[in-house]
C-alpha cells in the first residue's frame, strides 16, 4: 500500500497573502462589516484572526517567546484555551483599523514566510493536533498553517461575493492535509484488521483516500489498499466545509453518497480538521 506523499505548500504562501490582500483592499465599509460562517465573526474579524495568527508565529516560534498560561491536561482544555484567546483578541482588535490591519498583514507576512523556510520540512515539530497528538513532520504543520489561511479567506470570499482560489494548485494541497484528520476520527472505531473504508473527493481538486486499520490504529493510504468495507464520496466544495465546521454532518450526510457499513461511513462525516 502506498502512503501519501508529503503536503508541499512553501511556495503558495506568498500568492495567497497576495490574494487576500488584494482582496481586503478592495472592500467597501460595509464588506468589511459582513457576517461570515464564523459565529459572531465579521470579515474583519476573520482578517484580524489570520494576523493574530502570523503575530503568534513569529513571537512563539520564531522568538521563542513564552507567557504565562493555564496548563493543557485534555483536548477539551486545548480547545477551550483557544477559544479563549481567540475571544480575547478579536475584542481587543476590533479597535483597530482596516488599513492598520492590512498594514499588519503585510508586515508580518513576509517574515512568516522566511521563517518557515528556515525549517526543515521533513523533521519533526509540533503536533498538528487535529490529526494527533503526537508530533508531526514539519510539512504537515506548514501544511495546516496553509489550510488556515486558505479556508479563512474563503469564508471572507464568500461573505463578500468575490470568487474563491479553487484552482487545483491552491485547494488541492487544502484537501490532502485535512485528509490528515481520518485516522484521528476514527481512532476509538473498532474494526477487524485490514479493514477499509475510501472516501472519495470529486472534482479538480479532489482525489481518492483509504483508511485500513492495521492492528490497534487506522492509517492513511492512496494505493493499494483491500475492498472497502465502506465508501463515501463528497463534492470538493462539500468536504472543506464540513472539515471546518462550516457544513453541518446532517446537511452533508443529505450531499454525500454514502455505501457499505453505515457505522463505517457516517463516522467520515464527523470528520473536523480545524481546532475550535
Same mark, same amino acid.
Given at each position: ?101 492590512? @498594514? ?132 470538493? @466544495? @462539500? ?38
Amino acid at each position: 500500500m502506498k502512503a501519501p506523499a508529503p503536503v508541499m505548500v512553501l511556495e503558495l504562501f506568498p500568492e495567497v497573502r497576495a490574494e487576500l490582500l488584494a482582496l481586503l483592499s478592495s472592500l467597501t465599509a460595509e464588506e468589511w462589516a459582513r457576517p461570515t460562517v464564523c459565529a459572531g465573526w465579521s470579515v474583519k474579524d476573520i482578517a484580524q484572526h489570520l494576523l493574530a495568527g502570523d503575530i503568534g508565529i513569529l513571537s512563539r516560534r520564531r522568538d521563542a517567546f513564552t507567557s504565562p498560561g493555564p496548563s493543557i491536561e485534555s483536548w477539551n482544555d486545548l480547545v477551550g484555551l483557544i477559544n479563549r484567546l481567540n475571544e480575547t483578541w478579536t475584542a481587543a482588535a476590533r479597535r483597530i483599523s482596516q488599513r492598520v490591519v492590512c @498594514d499588519l498583514l503585510a508586515w508580518a507576512g513576509p517574515q512568516v514566510e522566511e521563517y518557515f523556510a528556515s525549517l526543515d520540512p521533513h523533521a519533526m515539530g509540533v503536533p498538528v493536533d487535529w490529526a494527533s497528538a503526537e508530533p508531526a513532520p514539519v510539512w504537515l504543520d506548514l501544511a495546516r498553517e496553509y489550510t488556515e489561511r486558505w479556508h479563512h479567506q474563503q469564508q471572507v470570499r464568500d461573505a463578500v461575493g468575490r470568487p474563491g482560489l479553487k484552482q487545483r494548485r491552491f485547494f488541492a494541497p487544502v484537501l490532502e492535509a485535512f485528509v490528515h484528520a481520518l485516522p484521528r476520527t476514527y481512532r476509538d472505531v473498532p474494526a477487524a484488521d485490514g479493514t477499509t473504508v475510501q472516501l472519495t473527493i470529486t472534482g479538480e481538486a479532489g482525489g481518492e483516500w483509504f483508511l485500513v486499520r492495521e492492528g490497534l490504529v487506522w492509517n492513511l493510504y492512496v494505493e493499494g489498499a483491500p475492498p472497502p468495507a465502506a465508501r463515501v464520496t463528497l463534492d470538493a @466544495d @462539500d468536504a472543506w466545509r464540513l472539515f471546518t465546521k462550516g457544513l453541518r454532518t446532517e446537511e452533508a450526510r443529505a450531499r454525500a453518497v454514502l455505501a457499505g457499513d453505515p457505522r463505517l461511513a457516517g463516522k467520515m462525516l464527523e470528520t473536523i480538521a480545524i481546532l475550535g
